[in-house]
Every structure is written in C-alpha cells, then in structure tokens.
C-alpha cells in the first residue's frame, strides 16, 4: 500500500494537478532548451504518443535506417570513436614537434593541421597582409617544401588521417597532400585525409574568403569530383556548422544551416553528373558541441535521420553506404573561460560526452586554457586524457546508444528533427543556400542569437560559473604558451630559399595552365598540382584565382 497521502495519477496532467502546490516554487519562471524548446517538468510515454512516436519509424536499431541509434550495429563496442587534437602554430617544425607530442600521448586521431590566418585566406607569409599574423593561430604553410617539413618524420600509414580547416584554399592543400604522398610513394589509402573545403559558412561566420561565393562552390565541387578517382577514400569535405555556432547559432540552427549548406555542394556535385551512390560516404558533417547536455546529444541523432532521409528522398541515393557520412563533433571554445580556467575541465568532458552518447565517430576535443591561448602541453594532454577515461573506465562504450528509449531525449529528437526540416523548407523557398548568405539571412540569424546569449550572461539569466555567478580572487595563473617570436621571421628566409631554389620556368608553366584552366571553367585540380609540385606558393596560386574570379566584396546585410 502506498504511504503517499494523495491518489496514483492515471496521467501526465492528472500527476500536474496532483503534485501543483509542489511546482509552484521554481528556480526559474520558464525552462526551455537553449534553442528555445519548451521543457516540461517530466517527460512520460504520452509525450511520445502525442507526437505519434513509432519506435520502428522513428528509431529503429543501430546500422539500419532511419540511423537515430547510429550507422553501426555495434556502436563503439568493435571501434572507439577518433580522439582528435587540433593544433599547429609557428614554422612546420614547431608544428612537427606538437604533433609528435599528441601521438606519443595516445592521440588517436591522427594529425589536425590549424592553420595561420595567411594561409587560410591564400597569402604568402611575406606578403604585406601577413604582418604579425604569421604562425599566430595556426602553423604557416606556403609551399610544398612547409607541409614536407610538417610530416618530417612523421610516417602517414602511422597517422591514420590527416584533418585541416582548410575552406577556401581546400584545393591547394589537397594537392600538397596528394604531392607528398607520391613523393613518399605511400597509397592514399594508408592514411585517410579530410579537409573542411567549406567556403559557404566563411562567408556567414568565419570570414576568410576571398573569391565570390559561386566560384569558391566551383573549386569545391572540383576538388570532390577530382578526389573520386584520385583518392577514392579520403573525404574531401567537411561541412562544418561548428563555426557558425560559435558565432550566435543555436543548437538547432547550427544543425539546419549545415544541412542546407550541404545541400547546395551535393546539388552542385550531382550537377556535373556525379551520383550520390557514389560519394555520399565520404561527405563529413562536422559540428561543436556546447553545454546544453540532452540537446546536444540529440542534436546527432537527429542529423543523422535528417541527412539520411535526404540522401533518399532529395539526392536519389539508392544504397545504404551513401546515406552513411562521418559524423564528426568538437567540443566548442565559446563556453571555455578566461576566469577560473581550470573549470573549462568540466565543460570539455561534459562536451566529450554528449558527443560520444550521441554517437559521433570522431571527437575533437579542446583544452582548458584555449580562452586564454594557444594550448600548452599540459593543457592538451589533460583533454586527451578526459577521452580516455571516458573511453575505458566509465563503461559508456559498451552498449550502442544507451540514452535511447529515455522519454526526455526521444521527444527532443523528434522536436529537432521538425525543426530543423523546417528550417530546410525555409531556406529551399528562399532559392538555396546561396541565395540565403547573400540576402544575410544566415547572418542575421547569428548575430541576433549571439546579441540574445549576451544579454542573458550580463543579466545573470544565463549562469557562467566563475563569470556572472561564483566568482573568486584569481589565484596564481595558469601557465600560457607564447609562440616563439622568432619563428615568423625564419619562416619568411625558408620561403625565400624555395623561391631561390625551385625552377622557375616550371612553376610560370603550371600557373598559365591554371589561369587557363580557370578561364576555360575546367577542373582546376589538375593544375593546381602541377603548380604544388613545382613548389608554386599559396599567394601565386590563389593570385590566379583572385585574377579569374574576381574578389569577394561583401554585399550589404541587413540587420
């Protein structure tokens, strides 16, 4: 016999109004996601049935379609997810020494190149745009000759893949890769590269492009067509909404503008006659992860249903390995704080492990002092190491997505996934991807959920511990790295002894084939490679490109 002096409830509203004088005194007037979506007190089998939940439909078991619970059958249990560390900064040997470093520490995700801010936008080191930005933010690279002095040493059938966030200059550090490799004479297959090679979202939140957003999606749609039969298992896109949430996005947004962003390259790719069942498996959905835990999590599961679904219904995908993209997730810089550094522990592994129970194949995690700097070794150390205990002494691996069937988490599935089709139909209405950056729909979405999460942390709506709420005397600082300032100016004498020492005949021969490559609208890859081989620069590629295409000049937004 119950104790309990009140009647069993027979419903969710029934248990409301029986328990109403008990949920009257809450912490806060309302609860919602952090994309705005209503959470209820307690989530029950009516949630479920209300929305017309059918378990077969709408979950499924893993490595069948609709893929909610993953596109394996055994989930981590055969393979743990790539714990991947993002780093580079300084000259290519600094660089080397780092990635040497988070290989020796247990690193299984191969090596993530950061790129410099020259670099990415198709600058030379020495050119007079780069001042004080060498090497800052990422590793320089301007030639051939810096990415053969990144690998120094490094065998590639021992890395397992190679990443870089390179968006708009994808295609030239794709053919400096196929470059090595066949200088080392090591298959493409032996070590798996992926590159970002995502320029539509630099134009919404990054901001290092540089050629109009038409021709940077041609160079795209080239470096795919070109990796089909030149290296048929990299993945030579990364479609990333991780910097677009950064920039203001929510959670929802974040996962909707990818998928239209990916719906305009895949549109672009079928256009030159290539068929989804041929590329869907090697295409990247790449995201970040923040601090709101059960949205996160099933934020994945519903990509994975939303993108699926497309590859079907939208692309005409015919076989289940195309509908079967690499889901790949970092934990996000934005929630890390300057104050009280050490709490960032926290967030990153709190991060780390809705990535994992949403069942992301690849983590990239970052480090406890990345608001204030560039990682120490410490630092990345301590993120690699937040992995592996979550990987080998929680137990979470060993059963495929074991927050499944949690009523709370499968009526949030359902709401993301309503909404972020919502948003595609918004966005196809509009005429596509393009057509939204250009009018600053993108843009207007972030900036205004970057001015809403503002107001909420100064109000003290949002709690930040250690910002807005806990606050404490800072103690001794946590150590930063400084990079060496010395390096900018050795990369720049390195740079002028390739110059000094290459043919020069060759590489004017290999950037008149690109030009006319360019003008003719031809695959660009070819050439692009003829020029890295002859060790042509990053500035005299992208110069080609700059001259043919023109240059991005920023059309009015209105906010």
């Known amino acids: 016999m119950s104790t309990s002096s009140k009647s069993l409830p027979q419903t969710y509203d029934h248990w409301l109004s029986e328990h109403s004088q008990d949920l009257q005194n809450s912490r806060k007037k309302s609860f919602e996601s952090s994309s705005g979506i209503p959470v209820d007190t307690l989530y029950t089998p009516e949630h479920l049935q209300k929305s017309g939940w059918d378990y077969q439909r709408d979950v499924g078991y893993p490595g069948q379609a609709p893929y909610t619970r993953g596109f394996t059958p055994g989930g981590y249990r055969q393979h743990l997810w790539k714990m991947e560390m993002y780093a580079g900064f300084g000259s290519a040997e600094e660089a080397n020494e780092r990635y040497r470093y988070l290989m020796s520490q247990g690193s299984t995700g191969g090596i993530s190149i950061a790129l410099d801010l020259p670099t990415q936008v198709g600058y030379d080191s020495d050119h007079l745009m780069a001042r004080d930005e060498v090497g800052q933010i990422g590793v320089a690279l301007t030639s051939l000759d810096d990415v053969e002095r990144v690998f120094d040493g490094i065998p590639l059938d021992q890395v397992g893949h190679i990443f870089s966030t390179a968006n708009c200059i994808g295609p030239i550090v794709c053919a400096w890769l196929l470059a090595l490799y066949e200088k080392r004479g090591t298959p493409t297959a032996d070590c798996i590269v992926q590159l ?235 005429g596509g991807s393009l057509v939204a950056v250009k009018d600053g729909f993108f843009q207007r979405a972030l900036a205004q959920g970057a001015y809403r999460e503002q107001c909420a942390v100064e109000s003290g709506e949002q709690v930040v511990v250690g910002v807005n709420r806990f606050q404490s005397e800072e103690g001794q600082p946590v150590p930063t790295f400084k990079v060496d300032p010395g390096a900018a100016e050795r990369q720049i004498a390195k740079l002028k002894q390739v110059r000094a020492s290459r043919d020069a005949d060759a590489v004017a021969k290999g950037l008149q084939r690109l030009k006319e490559d360019c003008l003719a609208k031809r695959n660009i890859m070819p050439a692009t490679l003829e020029c890295v081989k002859a060790y042509a620069t990053i500035g005299e590629i992208a110069d080609v490109w700059r001259e043919v295409f023109g240059v991005y000049v920023p059309e009015s937004v209105r906010f």
């Open 196 to 430: 970002q090679n995502d320029p539509i979202k630099e134009y919404i939140a990054r901001g290092t492009q540089f050629l109009p957003i038409e021709s940077a999606v041609k160079l795209t749609t080239d470096m795919i067509e070109y990796c089909r039969t030149a290296a048929p298992e990299w993945l030579p896109i990364s479609i990333s909404g991780s910097h677009m949430k950064q920039a203001g996005a929510t959670c929802v947004q974040e996962a909707a503008f990818t998928i239209c962003n990916g719906i305009t390259y895949v549109e672009s790719c079928l256009a030159r006659g290539m068929k989804i069942d041929d590329f869907g498996h090697v295409i990247e959905l790449h995201f970040c992860t923040e601090m709101d835990f059960f949205e996160e999590v099933a934020k994945y599961r519903a990509v994975r249903k939303v993108w699926a679904r497309l590859v079907r219904e939208r692309f005409g995908g015919t076989t289940a390995k195309a509908q079967h993209f690499r889901l790949h997730a970092a934990t996000s810089g934005r929630p890390l704080t300057a104050q009280q550094p050490l709490n960032n522990i926290a967030r990153i592994t709190l991060q780390a492990l809705a990535q994992i129970l949403g069942g992301c194949e690849q983590t990239r995690t970052a480090s406890f002092d990345e608001a204030l700097g560039i990682p120490t070794q410490e630092a990345a150390r301590t993120s690699i190491r937040a992995n592996q205990i979550i990987a080998f002494e929680t137990g979470i691996p060993d059963t495929v997505d074991p927050l499944g069937g949690s009523y709370y988490l499968e009526n949030l599935t359902i709401e993301y996934e309503k909404r972020i089709d919502a948003i595609i139909a918004q966005v196809d209405k509009m």
